[in-house]
C-alpha cells in the first residue's frame, strides 16, 4: 500500500462510491446517537422520564392567542375577536369557536396561556429558533434544538428511522434548525416534499439512485467492508463513527419499515378524512405515524400550499399582519406586512387546524399512544391584542399561549392568565426556556449534567429554565 493511505482515507473514497449508490442525501440528514454512542450522557431528570418521545406542532408564524386558545369576550369591541367563545367538554374551560372540534378533546388538554418573552424576540426567524432550542439566539454558543439534544441524549427506539425528524420541513424558517455545537449528524431530517396530499408524495432520498437496485447496493457496501477488515485497524473514534453512519444509511434505504412509516396510503380512509385531506391534516398525520414507528422526537411544521383555491394567497402560515378576519385572502386595499395570508377563520387556516390537531390527539389516545408520548402545540410568539390600520395583528412577544397533552399531563386545565385583551401575563409567567426545561425533564434527561462544546466548555440544558408547574 502506498504510503500514506491509511484506514480513514480508504474509507473516505469508500464513502464517495457509496454516496453514487443514492446515499448523498440520507447521510447529510442522518441523526441518531448510534453515530456516537447510544444514550450518549442519559441520565434521570427530576420528573423519572414519563415520556418515551415527544411529538411538537409547530404552527409557525405567531398563532394569535386571543382567536383561539384565550379567548377576550371584554376586550375593548373595537379591537375584539370576531369569534366568540364556546365552552368544551370540561366545565369552566373555555376556547373560541374556531376551536370547535378541540373543544371536545379540551380533558386531555393543558393549555398554558401565560407564554412570554423575557427578552424581546419579536421577528420569525429568530422567533422559530428561540421555540426550536429553548434558548435565545445569538449567544456566544449557538444552541441545538431541542429535538437534536434529545437525538444526542436518548437516540430512539426506532431503528432504521432518525430520530429526530421534521414534517415535512419546507417553511420558510425551517432553515433556522439547528444542531449548535452538537455533530451534525444529530440535525433534524426533513422529509420535505412540496404537498403531503398530492397522491404521488414520498420522501425524497429514500431510494436508490437509477440503475442501482439493493443486490448491487449491497456488494458495494460488502466491498466497503471487506476493505475495513484488511486493513490496519486505526482505533479512532472518527472511523468507528463513520462505520456506524453507513449501517444507519443502510439501514434507512432497505428496511422495508422505513417507507412504511411515511405511506399515508396504508392508512385507512376513515382515518385521513378524520385529519383532513389537506396537507396539514396528512402532515399530522405522518406526525402519528412516526411516533407509533418509535422516533424519539417529531416536529411537524406546515401551512397550507397555495393553489388555484387560494387565489391572492402566497405565504399561508399565521403572519397576519392584515384583515385577521378576512373570509379569504388578506391581500385586501390597503394591505401591507401581511398580504398571501388567508383569514384566521377559513379553513385553510384554523378550519384545517382545529380538525387535524383533535383528530391528533384522538387517534393517539385510542391507540395508547398519549400514555407515553408527550404531545406540545407551540408558536414562537401571539399577536398584538389591538388591532392595527389595516385591521390585522403584529407581532407580540409579551403573551402568547400553547397547549400539551399526554405522558401523564393533567388534561382539563388552564394555566396562567393574561389581561382582559391578551396583551401581557398576569399569572405564572413562563418562557421558552421554561418550555424546554418541561420537556427535557419529561423524557428524563437530567439538565444537571453538562454536554459539552468541541472545545471543553460545560452547556446546561435549559439553565434559566424551569418545569411548567401543573404539568407534572
Not at 411538537?56 to 370576531?82: C, F, Y
Request: charged fraction near 25%; proline fraction near 6%; aromatic fraction near 8%.
Amino acid at each position: 500500500m502506498r504510503e500514506g493511505i491509511t484506514r480513514r482515507c480508504l474509507l473516505n473514497r469508500g464513502a464517495r462510491s457509496f454516496v453514487g449508490l443514492g446515499l448523498g442525501g440520507v447521510l447529510g440528514a442522518l441523526g441518531g446517537s448510534r453515530l456516537f454512542g447510544a444514550g450518549v450522557g442519559a441520565g434521570q431528570g427530576k420528573h423519572f422520564g414519563r415520556a418515551k418521545r415527544v411529538l411538537v406542532i409547530l404552527e409557525q408564524g405567531g398563532l394569535s392567542h386571543m382567536d383561539t386558545w384565550d379567548p377576550k369576550p371584554n376586550a375593548p369591541a373595537e379591537h375584539r375577536s370576531i369569534f366568540k367563545p364556546i365552552g368544551t367538554k370540561v366545565p369552566g374551560m373555555q376556547f373560541t369557536e374556531l376551536l370547535a372540534k378541540t373543544a371536545k378533546v379540551a380533558d386531555k388538554l393543558a393549555v398554558v396561556r401565560s407564554m412570554y418573552h423575557k427578552i424581546k424576540v419579536d421577528d420569525h426567524p429568530r422567533g422559530t429558533q428561540y421555540i426550536l432550542s429553548g434558548e435565545v439566539p445569538g449567544g456566544p454558543v449557538e444552541m441545538p434544538d431541542i429535538g437534536s439534544v434529545v437525538a444526542f441524549r436518548s437516540g430512539s427506539d426506532c431503528g432504521y428511522l432518525p430520530p429526530y425528524i421534521m414534517v415535512p420541513g419546507n417553511h420558510e424558517q425551517a432553515a433556522m434548525t439547528r444542531t449548535g455545537y452538537l455533530p451534525p449528524s444529530f440535525a433534524a431530517f426533513k422529509t420535505t416534499g412540496a404537498n403531503l396530499a398530492d397522491p404521488k408524495w414520498k420522501v425524497p432520498n429514500l431510494s436508490f439512485t437509477t440503475g442501482i437496485d439493493e443486490r448491487r447496493f449491497k456488494d458495494r457496501r460488502d466491498l466497503l467492508s471487506s476493505l475495513d477488515i484488511g486493513l490496519a485497524t486505526e482505533a479512532t473514534r472518527a472511523s468507528e463513527a463513520m462505520k456506524s453512519f453507513y449501517d444507519q444509511a443502510e439501514n434507512l434505504l432497505t428496511n422495508p419499515g422505513t417507507m412504511g412509516a411515511f405511506d399515508l396510503t396504508s392508512e385507512p380512509d376513515n382515518i385521513r378524512e378524520r385529519y383532513g385531506r389537506g396537507h396539514r391534516g396528512q402532515c399530522y398525520l405522518v406526525g402519528r405515524k412516526l411516533i407509533e414507528s418509535g422516533v424519539r422526537f417529531v416536529t411537524v411544521d406546515v401551512r397550507e400550499p397555495l393553489s388555484d383555491k387560494t387565489p391572492g394567497g402566497s405565504n399561508l402560515n399565521w403572519d397576519h399582519h392584515d384583515y385577521i378576519y378576512a373570509n379569504g385572502t388578506c391581500n385586501l386595499a390597503g394591505a401591507q406586512g401581511g398580504v398571501g395570508r388567508y383569514g384566521i377563520g377559513t379553513w385553510w387556516m384554523m378550519g384545517s387546524t382545529d380538525q387535524a390537531f383533535s383528530a391528533l390527539i384522538e387517534d393517539m389516545d385510542q391507540r395508547g399512544l398519549l400514555h407515553d408520548t408527550l404531545v406540545c402545540f407551540v408558536t414562537e410568539f401571539g399577536r398584538t391584542p389591538r388591532l392595527n390600520k389595516t385591521k390585522g395583528r403584529d407581532h407580540w412577544p409579551n403573551a402568547y399561549s400553547i397547549a400539551f397533552a399526554g405522558a401523564g399531563v393533567p388534561g382539563g386545565q388552564i394555566i396562567g392568565e393574561t389581561d382582559s385583551e391578551g396583551g401581557y401575563v398576569t399569572e405564572k409567567p413562563y418562557t421558552p426556556e421554561d418550555y424546554a426545561a418541561t420537556v427535557y425533564e419529561f423524557l428524563g434527561i437530567d439538565r444537571e449534567k453538562p454536554l459539552f462544546t468541541p472545545d471543553g466548555r460545560p452547556i446546561f440544558l435549559a439553565k434559566k429554565g424551569e418545569v411548567i408547574r401543573g404539568l407534572v
